[in-house]
C-alpha cells in the first residue's frame, strides 16, 4: 500500500484552494479553452500558478515550492476544465454556501502570517489581491459539496472489504525497526570526547550529564524517520549500550548511545484497520470521481484552442 500512493484530482480535497473563479475575459487575455458557456484564459492559468505558489510558500522552500508548481504544469488545463465542470453543476443545483465558512478560512490563512501586512505582501507578489482569495475559497467549498452529493455519499467500506484487504496484503503491515536513542549535546569538543568515554566506562548518562553541562534527549526512531544522513548512519550501525564517536554538526558536539533497538513486527488488523478503510475510501473516490467526470464531459462542450 506504501507504494501505491492515490492522488485525488487536483482541486478537490488534498488542496485547501484550487479553482479559479470565472475570470472576465480582457481584450489581452488568450482564450485557451471553452467549457459549456465559460472560457478559460491564459490568465486563468496564470493566477492559479500564483495562487497555488501563494499557498506553497508558506510549506516549502522556495526551491521546493517551483519543483512542485513546475509538476502541475503539464495537466493543469485538464484540471482546470473538470474544476470548471464541477462549479457548474454546482451552480446548475443552486448548491448555498455559509459566508462564514469562507471568512473562516481566510482568518486561518491570516494565522499563517506573522502580520496582516505580511499578508497583503505575499498576494501582493503573486499579483493576487484579497477577492481573489475569497472567490476562489468560494468556489472551492461549492465543488467539494458537488462533489460530495455525487460522489462521496455513494461510496462505502464495508468492514469485509478492510478485512480481505489486509488478509491480501499482511507484507504490508508490519512495523519498521525502532531504535531508542539517548543523544547528547554539547558545546566543546574536549568535553564531549570525555563524556563518551565516561559513558563507555560505564558511568551513568544523568550523571555525566550535569558533570559536563550536557542536554540529553530520548528518542525514538526508525528508517523513515527525518534524520540528517551524518547521524542516520550513525545510529543505525550501532548495537545496543554501543556509544559513537563525537561528531560535530553544525556548531554543536554529539555523542549518540542506542538504549534500546524493538525488532519489527506484525501490525494486527485492528492496529491498522482506520488507515486501510481510509486508504479504500480513496481509492473508490478516485475511481469514482473519474467516471463522474467522464460523464460530464461526454454531455458538455469542450473546446480546446490548438494555436
Given at each position: 500500500?506504501?507504494?501505491?500512493?492515490?492522488?485525488?484530482?487536483?482541486?478537490?480535497?488534498l488542496?485547501?484552494?484550487?479553482?479559479?473563479?470565472?475570470?472576465?475575459?480582457?481584450?489581452?487575455?488568450?482564450?485557451?479553452?471553452?467549457?459549456?458557456?465559460?472560457?478559460i484564459?491564459?490568465?486563468?492559468l496564470?493566477?492559479?500558478?500564483?495562487?497555488?505558489r501563494?499557498?506553497?510558500?508558506?510549506?516549502?522552500?522556495?526551491?521546493?515550492?517551483?519543483?512542485?508548481?513546475?509538476?502541475?504544469?503539464?495537466?493543469?488545463?485538464?484540471?482546470?476544465?473538470?474544476?470548471r465542470?464541477?462549479?457548474?453543476?454546482?451552480?446548475?443545483?443552486?448548491?448555498?454556501?455559509?459566508?462564514?465558512?469562507?471568512?473562516g478560512?481566510?482568518?486561518?490563512?491570516?494565522?499563517?502570517y506573522?502580520?496582516?501586512?505580511?499578508f497583503?505582501?505575499?498576494?501582493?507578489?503573486?499579483?493576487?489581491?484579497?477577492?481573489?482569495?475569497?472567490?476562489?475559497?468560494?468556489?472551492?467549498?461549492?465543488?467539494?459539496?458537488?462533489?460530495?452529493?455525487?460522489?462521496?455519499?455513494?461510496?462505502?467500506?464495508?468492514?469485509?472489504?478492510?478485512?480481505?484487504?489486509?488478509?491480501?496484503?499482511?507484507?504490508?503491515?508490519?512495523?519498521?525497526?525502532?531504535?531508542?536513542?539517548?543523544?547528547?549535546?554539547?558545546?566543546?569538543?574536549?568535553?564531549?570526547?570525555?563524556f563518551?568515554?565516561?559513558?563507555?566506562?560505564?558511568?551513568?548518562?544523568?550523571?555525566?550529564?550535569?558533570?559536563?553541562?550536557?542536554?540529553?534527549?530520548?528518542?525514538?526512531?526508525?528508517?523513515?524517520?527525518?534524520?540528517?544522513?551524518?547521524?542516520?548512519?550513525?545510529?543505525?550501525?550501532?548495537?545496543?549500550?554501543?556509544?559513537?564517536?563525537?561528531?560535530?554538526?553544525?556548531?554543536?558536539?554529539?555523542?549518540?548511545?542506542?538504549?534500546?533497538?524493538?525488532?519489527?513486527?506484525?501490525?494486527?488488523?485492528?492496529?491498522?484497520?482506520?488507515?486501510?478503510?481510509?486508504?479504500?475510501?480513496?481509492?473508490?473516490?478516485?475511481?469514482?470521481?473519474?467516471?463522474?467526470?467522464?460523464?460530464l464531459?461526454?454531455?458538455?462542450?469542450?473546446?480546446i484552442?490548438?494555436?
Amino acid at each position: 500500500m506504501k507504494n501505491y500512493r492515490i492522488c485525488v484530482l487536483l482541486g478537490i480535497y488534498l488542496m485547501v484552494f484550487g479553482t479559479l473563479s470565472l475570470n472576465f475575459c480582457f481584450a489581452q487575455d488568450k482564450i485557451i479553452a471553452v467549457v459549456n458557456n465559460d472560457i478559460i484564459t491564459q490568465k486563468d492559468l496564470a493566477d492559479f500558478l500564483n495562487f497555488m505558489r501563494l499557498q506553497f510558500s508558506r510549506q516549502y522552500s522556495q526551491e521546493e515550492t517551483e519543483e512542485k508548481i513546475g509538476s502541475m504544469k503539464a495537466d493543469l488545463l485538464d484540471k482546470l476544465i473538470e474544476d470548471r465542470l464541477i462549479l457548474q453543476e454546482a451552480k446548475k443545483e443552486g448548491i448555498k454556501l455559509d459566508e462564514a465558512r469562507v471568512k473562516g478560512r481566510i482568518n486561518d490563512i491570516r494565522k499563517r502570517y506573522p502580520t496582516d501586512g505580511d499578508f497583503q505582501n505575499d498576494l501582493l507578489r503573486q499579483g493576487l489581491v484579497l477577492a481573489d482569495v475569497e472567490n476562489r475559497i468560494r468556489e472551492q467549498l461549492l465543488m467539494v459539496s458537488e462533489v460530495d452529493k455525487n460522489v462521496r455519499q455513494n461510496i462505502s467500506i464495508s468492514p469485509e472489504e478492510v478485512t480481505r484487504f489486509y488478509n491480501q496484503n499482511t507484507q504490508e503491515f508490519v512495523s519498521p525497526e525502532k531504535r531508542i536513542i539517548q543523544a547528547v549535546t554539547l558545546d566543546n569538543e574536549d568535553s564531549a570526547k570525555a563524556f563518551a568515554s565516561s559513558l563507555r566506562e560505564g558511568g551513568k548518562i544523568a550523571d555525566l550529564a550535569s558533570r559536563y553541562q550536557a542536554s540529553v534527549n530520548k528518542i525514538e526512531v526508525n528508517k523513515a524517520t527525518e534524520l540528517k544522513k551524518e547521524i542516520a548512519e550513525i545510529v543505525f550501525n550501532l548495537k545496543i549500550g554501543d556509544v559513537s564517536e563525537v561528531q560535530k554538526i553544525d556548531d554543536k558536539y554529539y555523542v549518540f548511545m542506542v538504549e534500546n533497538i524493538v525488532p519489527p513486527a506484525q501490525l494486527t488488523l485492528a492496529q491498522v484497520q482506520e488507515n486501510i478503510s481510509q486508504y479504500l475510501m480513496e481509492k473508490k473516490m478516485q475511481e469514482t470521481l473519474t467516471k463522474w467526470l467522464d460523464e460530464l464531459k461526454k454531455k458538455s462542450y469542450i473546446k480546446i484552442s490548438q494555436d
